[in-house]
């Protein structure tokens, strides 16, 4: 019996025809598992963000930040070596307000620890930009880069180097005057770039965790409003995380350690004392908490307003991130309040800064499927 032939087959021809690649011509010149591989290596990236700001925040909890007073990026990555080179250090330590009004008669063993603290957060800062810069110029050379995604990839690195920059440029502001501390606005800003970074990480391992053609295919179903109101959300709970900052930078958690009043009323008594009025807003401990707790109460009240919105969502997959979105929402405001009601002691406020972690993740999670909800069966 005769083969039976394409009807797209050239009569005469003993060739085979070509078969089209699995997923479509966008996706099949991404074969290989470059997507995947990409995505793993972002995940890596992620877990080493998230140490970073966990280090970050026991760094300034132990008041460690300011032990190294220089900012060497090449030659800085290996610590003292002996006891003459840590004796110079600790020179250098002794030569800052930190030292001279705070912490004078320490000990060198008492300082190495607090250097080791610091050391280590910018050892790891390092280790994050060799991994980006392996893994960058690995797939790079490999040619296994997705069309469009080099730019994207290039913005994590030089956001990374900025962030170095940006970490010294806070560091420095506690080496002269009488700062005690670092500036609590440039500590706002280091925080809130490690969280640029870490949700523009987060947004690209959703994005490589789907193919091109599932992604454009998704967007027509995309909820247009409540992906706005999530985008809010997002807005909203990153500047409660700058918020944090603040607190965190002046130590206001440790100040009016009562709820829901404080000092025996709404709004501290003590909310205006400095001169000139703008101080206030980033230096008075009253003041900086109270803001802290006023945007968490509408934080809260917006968040339940866009799960509402949610429960009008179609996808499952949709309703369930929201849900999440609102649960960890609540355990946040108690965490934090519990952490306020102790005190501020370092372990419920590193608790407090990894559920904020978890809350902006879950956040941006919510926003992706509002934009790219996944396919489900007719009955949902």
Known sequence: MAEKRSIFEEVGSDEKPVEAPKGGVIDGARRGGARGAIRGWLMALFALVVVMIAVGGLTRLTDSGLSITEWRPITGALPPMGEAAWAEEFEKYRAIPEYQLQNKGMSLAEFKVIYWWEWGHRQLGRVIGLVWAIGFFFFLATRKIP??????????????????????????????????DVASYRLAVHLGLA?????????????????????????????????????????????????????????????????????????????????????????????????????????????????????????????????????????????????????????????????AVVLYTLILRARFLAQYPRAQSVRG
Request: charged share 10%; glycine share 12%; no cysteine.
């Open 147 to 180: 069309t469009g995604w080099t730019g994207r990839l290039v913005l994590l690195g030089a956001l990374g180097g900025l962030q170095g920059a940006i970490g010294w440029w806070m560091v420095s502001s506690g080496l002269t005057g009488t700062m005690l």
């Open 195 to 355: 969280f640029v970074i870490l949700g523009l990480i987060a947004w690209f391992v959703m994005l490589l965790g789907r193919s091109e053609a599932d992604l454009m295919q998704a967007r027509r179903g995309r909820e247009a409003r409540l992906f706005g109101m999530a985008t809010g959300l997002t807005h909203f709970v990153f500047l409660m995380i700058l918020l944090g900052a603040l607190v965190a930078g002046i130590d206001a958690g440790r100040s009016f350690n009562e709820w829901p009043l404080m000092g025996g009323a709404f709004v501290p008594p003590t909310a205006f004392d400095l001169e000139p009025a703008w101080r206030n807003f980033f230096e008075n401990a009253g003041l900086v908490q109270f803001m802290h707790r006023v945007v968490a109460y509408l934080l809260l009240i917006f968040g339940i307003v866009v799960w509402r919105r949610s429960r009008q969502s179609g996808n499952a997959q949709t309703r369930f991130a929201f849900n999440a979105v609102l649960a960890m929402m609540v355990l946040q405001m108690g965490i934090g309040i519990m952490t306020v009601l102790y005190s501020a002691p370092w372990q419920l406020a590193i608790l407090h800064q990894f559920g």
